[in-house]
């Protein structure tokens, strides 16, 4: 039998395509929390459900950047949940990694905004970060409170996530709303939970001596590349404090 192009059903190509639109427009439609079924499945964790969904529609990027009711985006949601398989996914096409919730969070805040009391299970949580700050993530980016990601982690006290954000270039001598930096005021978890591993810092200042400062870090000194993690300033002065100087 021979095949010719009249003999192929006519409309198949148009039927897909309005079948597309039905399935997109499906995915759009929120419940009274402001969110998709695509936003339910990231915070569900249905992984396989969220990628057959993203395979059915043709703008990827508009389902992903589609925000619920808080303007957070599926970036936010996957971030948050420390979802390494979905953020990953998502990050193949050209979404916005800069994009801001009600609170100005960006999806590396929230990659910071959480943290597990095992440590270990805080690694796929870093691999958001790394994921995130390899597609251009600011790593200083403020929110409402003029915190940064780093504050965000300071505050929950995960030292794993404090270090992922520290090795980035994260400044710590950043100051929020109250003129905190990042070990000040209700940040000082970080200080308490902060493992043996990093029982050494090398800390970069200006040549204005933050003796407060001085007095958070003294005998928790990490080893890092903190020429990285302070930045605009004119002179950097390295001051290694040796923790047996507890002893004097």
């Avoid at 039905?22 to 929120?30: E, V």
Wanted: aromatic share 6%; with cysteine.
């Amino acid at each position: 039998m021979v095949v010719t192009v009249s003999s192929i059903p006519q409309g198949t190509s148009s039927r897909k395509t309005e079948n597309e639109d039905k399935i997109s427009k499906m995915l759009k439609i929120k419940n009274n929390n402001g969110l998709t079924a695509f936003h339910e499945a990231i915070e569900s964790g249905h992984n396989e459900i969220v990628l057959q969904m993203l395979k059915k529609v043709i703008d990827r990027v508009q389902l992903i950047e589609e925000p619920d009711q808080q303007l957070r985006t599926s970036l936010h949601m996957a971030a948050f949940k420390g979802n390494s398989v979905l953020l990953k996914e998502f990050l193949q096409y050209e979404v916005n990694v800069h994009a801001c919730d009600v609170n100005d969070h960006t999806p590396l805040h929230e990659a910071a905004r959480w943290s597990d009391s095992d440590e270990k299970e805080n690694d796929h949580r870093n691999e958001c970060i790394d994921l995130l700050i390899q597609k251009g993530a600011k790593i200083n980016a403020l929110n409402i409170r003029r915190e940064s990601p780093l504050h965000v982690a300071c505050r929950y006290g995960s030292s794993s996530l404090v270090k992922s954000l520290m090795k980035h270039g994260a400044d710590i001598l950043l100051t929020n709303i109250q003129n905190y930096n990042c070990l000040e005021g209700h940040y000082d978890p970080i200080i308490h939970t902060i493992d043996d591993d990093v029982t050494r810092y090398a800390f970069a200042v200006t040549n204005i001596i933050n003796s407060q400062l001085i007095a958070q870090l003294y005998g928790f000194i990490i080893l890092l590349d903190f020429t990285k993690c302070v930045q605009n300033i004119d002179v950097k002065f390295i001051f290694i404090i040796n923790s047996r100087t507890s002893d004097d």
